[in-house]
């Protein structure tokens, strides 16, 4: 087993629950959906081609994160029978990314929903544990090649593909108080450190290739210019 080279990237997220205990008064949580109607939003649609991309601090708010998060969370409740369940978290080394995804994770753990945070990983490494683990979800906090002004949030099912757009207009539709379907309460979700499980990543990565490729004795370099992979690539060739 590789073992992930990753320490916790975010500030304030540790092995222990982050969030107090459940709420009490469950029903409470219904006001989130009132108070936070009052961002303006462009009329253009939210979800592009590859999730949510934007300029920080125009179209993208730490506001609307939260926001984007709860309702997610609602739409991913609903599609796990109104069950609560865990989504994992990954970010791009993007200035603006630990913001986002503490805003997210704080909507997501508010429709009642676990958050288990990976740290600065690829794109596909958010899919990949998505689709073995027992998440119902995924996000990843990345805009890929755009400017380092913008950022983006995309989502992944519990199979680790793009959320359907079916999916995503829900979602949408509850951001805009347009939503069709219930609100679900109870209890308050809570935000774990779970990097070691890019270890399980890194050794999907190796398995194929396995007897196929030696590497020994080549000097490597990797020009990975502060992306995403920064810290798994390095440990993926050593």
Known sequence: MVTSPIRSQLSGISEAPLSLTPSAHPSKQTSLSTV???????????????????????????????????????????????ATGSVIVGQDPRNSSDMLAMALSAGLTAAGLEVWHLGICPTPCVAYLTSVSSAIGGVMISASHNPPEDNGIKFF??????????????????????????????????????????????????????????????????????????????????
């Not at 730490?62 to 984007?68: F, K, N, W």
């Not at 990565?205 to 990975?224: F, Q, S």
């Open 36 to 82: 936070w109607h009052s961002i303006d939003l462009p009329a253009t649609p939210l979800f592009g081609t590859d999730g949510i991309r934007g300029r920080v601090g125009d179209l993208l708010s730490a506001p609307l994160a939260m926001q984007i998060g709860f309702w997610a969370g609602q739409v991913l409740r609903s599609g796990n029978g109104g």
């Open 157 to 238: 099912g519990a199979d680790g593909t793009k959320l359907p757009q079916a999916i995503q207009e829900k979602i949408e539709a509850g951001i805009r108080g347009n939503a069709d379907f219930p609100m679900l309460n109870g209890c308050w979700g809570r935000q774990y450190q779970r990097s070691e499980l890019t270890g399980e990543y890194l050794e999907s990565l190796h398995k194929p290739l396995v007897g196929e490729i030696d590497l020994r004795g080549m000097r490597i370099v990797l020009d990975l210019a502060w992306g995403a992979a920064v810290y798994l690539a390095p440990a993926a060739f050593k």
